[in-house]
């Protein structure tokens, strides 16, 4: 190791012990981004059913792209280089997307009722959320847990618009986890 970059270590882990992580309680635009982006598409399946594996397909690989960009983009202005949390990051989310795709194969392949092969994208969510709460950003939990209980009602119960509730519930969490992040950063700064 060069004593340069021994240097930029030794400062990225004096600056982690002496400050917060600015992301590791996630950050609020990305909550916001999500907090809009899910409720329209989970009333696609309600509403217009045609439409949903293209609107997840497009909007769901933007909006990781951009949410990994807004990521990046807060660590530099935070000045926190954490590489080890960015490839947690990355390899939670690149797995969630994994199992996104193999839900596609029941559906493609004719072996699931499209409304049990919807219902399986929303079990990989809410785990997906769920432990991406235990692991990297606790007001996701919330959010897990939500979607795993909207599971759980969608299999029993079969409620009409259950994609929507879901979806509108879900967008009001991430809004809540925003607006707390939001707040605990500038309760940080102000200090």
């Known amino acids: 190791m060069t004593d340069v970059n021994k240097i930029q270590s030794d400062l990225d882990y004096i600056r982690s012990a002496v400050g917060a992580d600015a992301t590791a309680g996630g950050i609020p635009a990305v909550y916001f981004l999500w907090a809009l982006l899910i409720p329209v598409g989970f009333s696609l399946p309600d509403f217009a059913p045609h439409l949903a594996g293209i609107y997840w397909l497009i909007v769901g690989t933007g909006g ?50 499209p409304e049990m092969g919807g219902a399986n994208f929303l079990l990989v969510t809410g785990i997906a959320y769920g432990l991406a709460g235990v692991h990297l950003e606790r007001p996701l939990l919330w959010c897990g847990i939500l979607m795993l209980v909207a599971y759980g009602i969608l299999i029993v119960l079969m409620p009409p618009h259950i994609w929507t509730i879901t979806g509108i519930t879900v967008g009001l969490a991430l809004c809540w986890a925003g607006f707390s992040r939001h707040a605990a950063i500038k309760a940080g700064d102000e200090k």
């Open 64 to 113: 990781g792209l951009f949410s990994w960009w807004l990521g990046a983009r807060q660590s530099r202005r935070a000045g926190v280089n954490n590489p080890e949390l960015a490839r947690r990051y990355g390899l939670h989310w690149c797995l969630v997307g994994g199992a996104f795709l193999l839900c596609f194969l029941p559906l493609v392949l004719g072996r699931v009722a």
